[in-house]
């Protein structure tokens, strides 16, 4: 089934297949759909593409047209993410993940306007979702690149919180950050506050986001506050992974103020880092770097695997505490018919040309 996202309901049942989900992604979740809802959703109408099986969702994707692929005037099936979604990575019912994907793809094979290629954004490498697509793909004869890869900072160990600290942050880093700890209490007592069950999501939710303000992103006019929409957005996605038991959020305070926050969405066994913010009149404290070592703390919970950054690739602050790594990447597959067929070959010489251009400047550059 297609449906339009402003049409869309998320109910039980959606609630029921992120429940069973194969992989998990609180992106894809019913309360951060319908919290997006708020948001410009940029280039074509978004679709969500369900598949249902004896009575039961056993797959989920939001979807839209793109009409550009890269810089190719392309237009074809795509992924949607939004600015503040981290991964594409549809809903698959445990048990189901092969069937659902082929559904899916037979689904936008009859469909006029997918345009012949499909482009997925966001998926884990080598993950349940992945696999699932590669063995889908193969079953229908189809090619199933992957055509770009990063790699950002995970956290997944089985050690304690202060054995992955010692491990994995050098001792001289160590000491000058307990050096820093010590210089922020001479200006008061300093404080750590986990957002706990009858607190009040919204006074967390505006304390982040009149932090986010204070710093660069707010000089710059990105901060979540800064337009309705995206506050809207803030307020329901927060509010909505409160209702659904999801939402963990840390902050620490210098003389009851917020001078550091993060949010985190935990859909166990797994967990995204959401949003980070910290007061840039206390930098030289790194208040952001004291904030993840105290965020280590999530390695005590029995319910977790692991906690993807969803941070940018070698991001510096991240990258200095969380040792793991997770490779998102993109993938592009042909819809049925030579419209199909066509469409994929030149998106893929296009690709092909692309990379040995820069193979061939990077070449050059080496050589002076």
């Known amino acids: 089934m297609l ?30 759909l319908d919290a997006s809802r708020a948001l410009p959703h940029g280039r074509g109408d978004v679709r969500l593409l369900t598949v249902e ?21 392309i237009a074809h099936v795509e992924t949607w993410l939004h600015y503040h979604s981290f991964l594409g990575a549809p809903l698959l019912r445990r048990g189901h993940e092969v069937a659902a994907w082929r559904a899916m793809l037979e689904t936008l ?26 063995a889908a793909a193969k079953a229908m004869r189809r090619p199933c690149p992957t055509v770009h890869r990063i790699e950002r900072a995970a956290l997944a160990s ?45 006074e967390w939710a505006d304390a982040y986001l009149t932090l986010e303000a204070k710093g660069w ?29 999801k939402l963990d959020m840390l902050r620490m305070e210098l003389e009851g103020r917020p001078i550091a926050m993060l949010v985190n969405f935990l859909s166990p066994p797994g967990g995204f880092a959401f949003k980070t913010a910290f007061d840039e009149d206390f930098a030289r404290f790194s208040p952001g770097v004291l904030l993840q070592i105290e ?5 005590d919970r029995p319910d977790l695997d692991w906690i993807d950054s969803c941070a940018v690739e070698k991001h510096s602050m991240i990258d200095s505490v969380w040792a793991e790594r997770r490779a998102i990447i993109r993938v592009t597959l042909p ?6 067929a066509a469409t994929y070959a030149l998106a893929r010489a296009a690709e092909t040309a692309a990379a040995r251009l820069r193979a061939l400047r990077s070449r050059e550059s080496a050589h002076g």
């Open 295 to 299: 965020n280590l703390a999530l390695l």
């Open 158 to 202: 089985d050690m304690s919180p202060d054995a992955y600290y010692e491990a994995h942050v050098r001792k001289k880093k160590r000491k000058e950050l307990k050096r820093l700890a010590a210089r922020l209490g001479e200006l008061g007592v300093v404080a750590w506050r986990r957002f706990a069950a009858g607190d009040d999501v919204a």
């Open 53 to 73: 099986r004896d009575g039961r969702l056993i797959g989920a994707l939001p979807l839209h047209i793109d009409p550009e692929y890269g810089r190719l005037p």
């Open 217 to 245: 992103k707010g000089e710059a006019g990105s901060a979540l506050a800064d337009t309705p929409a995206t506050r809207a957005f803030f307020h329901a996605a927060l509010a909505g992974a409160g209702a659904a038991g």
């Open 335 to 340: 819809l049925a018919g030579a419209r199909g």
């Open 3 to 32: 449906r339009p996202l402003a049409e869309a309901h998320f109910g039980a049942a959606w609630d029921d297949l992120a429940a069973h989900a194969a992989e998990p992604n609180c992106f894809a979740e019913g309360w951060f």
């Open 109 to 134: 094979d009859t469909r006029p306007w997918a345009r012949g290629l499909i482009h997925l954004t966001g998926l884990v490498e080598g993950g349940p979702a992945h696999r699932a697509l590669i």
